[in-house]
Structures are given as C-alpha cells and as structure tokens.
C-alpha cells in the first residue's frame, strides 16, 4: 500500500548549520508530496509541496527536490534558526483524497 | 493563523463516557478530514468528506466513532465511549477538491480520557 517513511525521529542542531531530514514514500501512483510543519500548540501548516520530478521547490529557506527514481522527497536547509524547532511531517497523496503522514521528525535548534 | 476553527481546545472524559469535537472548515473548502495525533505525533486518518458525504473511513471510525458535516453546521467528530486509548490530538484539516490540495489544519482538540 501508500506509505512514507522519515527515518529521524529527533534531529538535534547548532542554529547556522545544515540540516537534511529524509522522507521516502511507496505508492504505485503518480505521487504529489508535501512537507508540514507543526511548531508546538499550533496547528500543522504546509511547508512546501511538489509533483514535479527533478525539480527543486522552495519555501522560507527550506526546499526539497522530488526524484522518482528513488522515491525520495528530503527536506533541506542551509541554515537552521531556532524558530525552526518543530515537528516535521512529509505526507504522500497518491491520488483521490487520500493523504499519507509519515512519523514525523522533531528538529530541535540549539543557540 | 489557520482559518480552520476547533473546538474544545482539551476535553477531559471517563472512560465509557461520550466525547464530542467540532470542526468549523475554511470558508469554500467542500473536504474535510480528521485525523488522530498519538503521543508519539503519528497521524492516523479517521475520515473524511466531501461536503456531507463520507469518503473514507477506517474500521474504528465505523464502529465507535460517529462524525458528520452537516449542511450549513459545524462538522463533528463523536466517540460513543471513550476508551484509554482513545487519549490524543484529534485534528481537523480542510482542503479544496483535487488530489494535489494542500490541507489546512485546525489547532486540534486534545481529548484526555481518565
């Protein structure tokens, strides 16, 4: 069946280094994909999405390439700031209204 | 701020007693889905509609949990007895028709079941 898996459960950072969190998914669909983010006490909100192979997409400093060949839709960052500390959730929509999370990665920034 | 309205914030029940959730939608978004947020901030989809008519559910939602959208009223999502394990984050997220719509959550409810 559809599923996405982020193999990070918790990923612990200096404020201005780099950051990848990994997501891969499985779907015999053509796969549109999305990265949320969810800051403590408030509602999860959309961070960046794509369906495009091999195209890079952009959002507040974070972008994600979505490559088909290995089923891979990572987030990265150049520069993490603390106010990046969250829970991040990449999800899968392989088509009608479904919609896939996977377990989430929790990003904690450190001055 | 989401646009998508939840309420109660935290609701705190006994086990076998009933507890009830709404969802207020964004303003011309016809989806609607609840999802439950374990203790480890998995999600697991619940159900979802199309204006009033259900999509998709899962097992559980069919036999303990009730939910519907109606017209012009707030949606709801009602757990006939509580259990335990039914202790989570219960979001609300709405979206515009089509496969590639991003979802738009609400602030959630947190339900503790004693």
């Known amino acids: 069946g559809d599923s996405v898996t982020q193999t990070e459960g918790l990923v612990t950072l200096t404020k201005g280094l780099p950051v990848m969190l990994n997501c891969t998914y499985q779907t015999t669909y053509s796969p549109f994909l999305f990265w949320y983010v969810q800051h403590l006490n408030e509602a999860p909100k959309l961070l960046l999405k794509?369906?495009?192979?091999?195209k890079r997409t952009e959002h507040q400093g974070f972008y994600a390439t979505l490559h088909k060949s290995s089923s891979s839709f990572h987030l990265q960052k150049s520069s993490v700031q603390l106010s990046d500390s969250a829970l991040y959730f990449c999800a899968l929509s392989p088509g009608g209204y479904k919609v896939v999370f996977g377990s989430g990665t929790r990003l904690l920034v450190s001055p | 701020n989401s646009k998508v309205i939840q309420t109660p914030r935290y609701l705190v029940k006994g086990q076998g007693q009933k507890a009830k959730m709404r969802c207020i939608p964004e303003?011309?978004?016809?989806?609607v889905f609840w999802y439950q947020q374990n203790k480890n901030n998995e999600f697991k989809f619940l159900i979802n509609f199309q204006n009033q008519e259900v999509l998709q559910q899962i097992d559980m939602t069919e036999k303990r949990f009730s939910a519907e959208c109606p017209s012009n009223s707030p949606c709801s999502l009602e757990i006939q007895s509580s259990e335990a394990g039914d202790s989570a984050l219960y979001l609300c997220?709405?979206?515009?028709?089509?496969?590639?719509?991003?979802?738009?959550f609400g602030s959630g409810t947190r339900l503790t079941v004693l």
């Open positions: 794509s369906s495009t192979d091999n």
């Open positions: 303003k011309g978004h016809p989806v």
């Open positions: 997220a709405s979206s515009l028709q089509g496969k590639m719509e991003t979802l738009y």
